[in-house]
């Protein structure tokens, strides 16, 4: 049978709807973008709770700087509605932009099963002449086999020939995503050269930054897992550098930013973790195609990161004697600073190592209230509690923290800042409050005076 191939140009036709699937951090600000660029978009979403909100014209996510005005001027326009019916929506889309959620079990395994889901419910709804781009970052080769035969076996039709497949992945962080878009080159690769034309041509229509086309899905897939393990493994060494400066009694702070000054040394910031859906989760989708003894940098890599909980519960304790029976309170429950995200937070291995040592843990966050706390596992802390703290540890660099009162904790001996967040009147504070204020690296040992 003669197939007809539809035309390169048709998918930056700023007639051709666009279908998102998945309304997440990423998805709904994605819609957005491709909304200002004169799109019309149906995002989907398994969530009934997010497609009302959507179509009253409300954003579910606040990180994005005026996303909620774009939100409710978009389907006040119609140029956006939202559907839990993802198989109608593919029917009505010409290109269709997926970013559901693939992560990693306790034991390190990947999960497909959300992901499988939602390439089923686009494969129902798949026509001739259609674009699929897959953004949410994959396992190499996940798209060219595993996603590819979802979408085959569900359509009956034939990737490449009937409709075209390409992979692109999310290079975005959240808080900045607008500026991301404009600013990282968008890495973008298909099953076959049609595909990656399409997928180029679309993405040129709604992105003003540069497009870059690689020769397969799979080293599009590859470059997002090598650029985010890049980053795991310079903080592990990081990390490494500030047990050695702690153990010598040297600075890595200003010795890190000395040697940043010469251009080939990147060396990025220590600290009590590695948090969040990217670094500590994407490492695992590399090894998962290394085989046992592939990769061994990043598998040592992650087990540096992930053991820094235990070395700031050691440094608390080398300050102030053994934590049994003391309570401590760990500031911030979100994986990064001033984003309400708690995914791989550190604070949960912070509690832990903690926890072990006979320690109570009490837990304050600026963006969750007491009753969101307690659901995620900790125990709030209430003012009241403040006279029975003997440490803190500052675990999420909110910007709320360098206003914060530290007078209320008598008996607290030490400020521990995991991720440096205190700027130096902040730190000051700490000290006049009766505090010893310390960071990862910063070399002062028990008994040290101030630097």
């Not at 559901?100 to 992901?115: G, I, L, N």
Request: glycine letters at 10%; hydrophobic letters at 40%; proline letters at 4%.
């Amino acid at each position: 049978m003669q197939r007809t191939r539809p035309a390169i140009a048709e998918f930056a036709d700023k007639t051709a709807t666009i279908a998102v699937v998945g309304l997440g951090k990423i998805g709904l600000p994605l819609a957005a973008q491709y909304i200002r660029h004169g799109r019309g978009v149906i995002g989907c979403d398994i969530s009934p709770q997010v497609v009302r909100g959507i179509n009253a014209g409300r954003s579910h996510v606040q990180e994005e700087p005026g996303l909620d005005e774009e939100v409710a001027a978009a389907v006040s326009t119609g140029r956006l509605r939202a559907t839990g019916d993802t198989a109608q929506a593919v029917r009505e889309a010409r290109v269709i932009v997926v970013i559901v959620p693939v992560m990693v079990s306790d034991a390190h395994e990947v999960d497909f099963r959300a992901m499988d889901a939602a390439s089923a419910a686009i494969g129902a709804g798949l026509g001739p002449g259609k674009l699929v781009i897959y953004e949410t970052t994959l396992p190499v080769g996940t798209t060219s086999s595993r996603l590819r035969k979802a979408l085959e076996e569900a359509s009956g039709l034939t990737a490449g020939e009937d409709f075209l497949l390409a992979y692109s992945p999310e290079r975005v962080s959240s808080g900045h995503i607008e500026r991301d878009l404009r600013t990282y080159p968008k890495v973008v690769g298909g099953i076959n050269k049609e595909s990656t034309a399409a997928a180029e041509a679309f993405y040129r229509s709604v992105l003003g930054a540069p497009v870059m086309t690689m020769a397969s899905t799979d080293d599009a897939e590859f470059v997002k897992l090598i650029e985010t393990t890049y980053r795991d493994v310079n903080i592990a060494l990081a990390n490494e550098y500030a047990r050695f400066a702690d153990e010598h009694g040297l600075d890595l702070t200003s010795a890190v930013a000395a040697a940043n000054t010469q251009p080939y040394s990147h060396i990025h910031t220590a600290g009590a973790g590695v948090g969040g859906h990217c670094i500590p989760v994407y490492p695992y989708f590399l090894m998962r195609g290394a085989g046992a003894d592939g990769l061994t940098l990043p598998r040592r890599s992650r087990a540096i990161n992930d053991g820094m909980a235990e070395y700031a519960a050691d440094r608390v304790e080398s300050e102030i004697g053994p934590l049994a029976g003391r309570a401590v309170l760990l500031m911030g429950i979100a994986y990064r600073g001033d984003v309400k995200e708690h995914a791989f937070s550190t604070a949960r291995l912070l509690r832990t190592a903690l926890e072990r040592r006979g320690a109570t843990v009490y837990a304050h966050d600026p963006l969750y209230d007491d009753r969101e706390i307690t659901a995620l596992g900790y125990t709030p802390f209430r003012p009241e509690l403040a006279g029975e703290i003997a440490a803190i540890v500052v675990q999420a660099a909110h910007s709320a923290y360098q206003t914060f009162d530290f007078t209320p904790f008598a008996e607290c001996r030490v400020v521990l800042d995991g991720r440096r967040g205190l700027d130096s009147a902040a730190a000051a504070a700490v000290e006049a409050a009766g505090m010893r204020y310390l960071y990862i690296g910063d070399g002062r040992r028990a008994g040290d005076g101030a630097r």
